[in-house]
């Protein structure tokens, strides 16, 4: 599971990139090469595991970790360069558009002037060229082969034709619902414009505060926008822990933005964190939404999958209500649960397994 974040020339991807990932690079002034690509490791921050490792005091805290890779930027007249670099969104899940909100007379805004909408507009219209360009050279490939007489599956070729006419509406893969043997046939190609997207507005440090100026200039309703300033964001996890606390109470919040994106990123994933808890160590697992409780077993050990018994479970909830193991086994509310049971986000599992 990969985020990428993606986006114009100079909106700030890279700070942005360092602020999730708590690595320092050199911010760049010139333009970047087309293939300078960054990667990285993302913590996500769960207050529940803070919670978790002040009862049991363990000698190791392990949060969940998602891989982040930063590109480089989109240049508006370049839509070769463009398609090259959006090659490396291929094996993303989950693509975030760092859009430029902030003022800066020194570093030139690729369209000139601050328009979000545009902008989220002119980044989804180059993810749909790229996809036209794979469904255009499917559709001929599929009608050369016809030609010449070998056999092909019609759907395939009419699913193509779907694909590239809802394109050319300008409209994004995401948006078209297809059934199952559509999708058989589509699992193999990587449409960008499928992709979940986050657009990410990148403001400046005075206007974190308020955005409501910002938020004015989106006709639309999004669910999907993010606000905040990667620059601050970037200088927050420079700090030490007690400065760091005194700065988001000076502006008022409780955590920096950054957390929530990586959340954000997480769930838009389809992922969820269920807990094993001790004295040597409190951590976070990382399942997809909807597995059952022998595949969580897996994810620690693949003897625990094959040899799985039975899981001992408890909501994160319920532990903290009745403030410990001890109590909530004299309550009865310790479940032991089948390999078929659907793990909850935050269940506290313990395996019982035998190889
Ligand atoms: N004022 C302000 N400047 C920012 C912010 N984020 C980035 N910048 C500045 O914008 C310039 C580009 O920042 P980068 O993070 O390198 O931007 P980028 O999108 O990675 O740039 P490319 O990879 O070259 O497309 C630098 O001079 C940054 O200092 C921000 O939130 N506020
Ligand atoms: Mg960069």
């Not at 990139?17 to 333009?31: E, R, W």
């Not at 959006?86 to 993303?92: F, G, P, R």
């Not at 992709?195 to 999907?224: A, C, F, Q, W």
Request: charged share 30%; with cysteine.
């Amino acid at each position: 599971m990969k985020v990428a974040i993606s986006g114009f020339e100079k909106t700030g991807k890279t700070t942005l990139f360092c602020a999730v990932t708590g690595l320092n690079l050199n911010i760049s002034y010139g333009q970047t090469s087309e293939n300078e690509i960054n990667e990285g490791i993302a913590v996500v921050y769960d207050e529940r595991i803070n919670t978790l490792s002040e009862i049991f005091k363990p000698k190791k805290t392990t949060y969940a970790v998602i891989d982040y890779k930063d590109l480089p930027g989109l240049n508006p007249n370049d839509s070769k360069r463009n398609q090259k670099i959006l090659d490396n969104l291929k094996d993303s899940d989950l693509v975030i558009n760092v859009i430029r909100a902030f003022e800066d007379s020194f570093t030139v805004h690729p369209f000139g002037t601050i328009n979000i909408e545009r902008d989220m507009k002119s980044f989804e219209s180059e993810l749909q060229l790229v996809d036209m360009i794979l469904a255009e050279k499917r559709i001929e490939r599929i009608e050369n082969n016809i030609k010449r007489g070998i056999k092909e599956k019609e759907e395939e070729l009419t699913l193509f034709k779907k694909i590239y006419e809802h394109l050319n509406n300008d409209l994004p893969v995401r948006t078209l619902e297809f059934n199952e043997e559509e999708k058989k046939i589509l699992s193999p190609y990587k449409f960008l414009s499928a992709k979940p997207l986050i657009h990410l507005i990148n403001l400046g440090e005075k206007d974190v505060i308020d955005t409501v100026r910002y938020k004015n200039m989106i006709k639309d309703k999004h669910s999907d926008l993010i606000y905040l300033s990667a620059k601050i964001e970037k200088e927050l996890t420079e700090l030490p822990e007690n400065e760091r606390i005194n700065f988001l109470n000076e502006l008022g919040i409780t955590e920096p933005a950054s957390y929530k994106l990586v959340r954000a990123s997480y769930s838009l994933l389809g992922l969820i964190s269920y807990f094993t808890v001790g004295e040597d160590e409190v951590r976070a697992w990382t399942i997809k939404k909807g597995a059952n409780a022998k595949e969580a077993g897996g994810k620690i050990h693949s003897d625990i999958e094959r040899g799985f018994i039975r899981a001992e479970v408890v909501s994160y909830e319920d532990f903290i209500k009745h403030g410990g193991l001890k109590k909530i086994k004299e309550l009865g509310l310790l479940r032991l649960e089948g390999k078929d049971y659907i793990v909850n986000d935050g269940d506290i599992m313990n395996f019982r397994f035998n190889v």
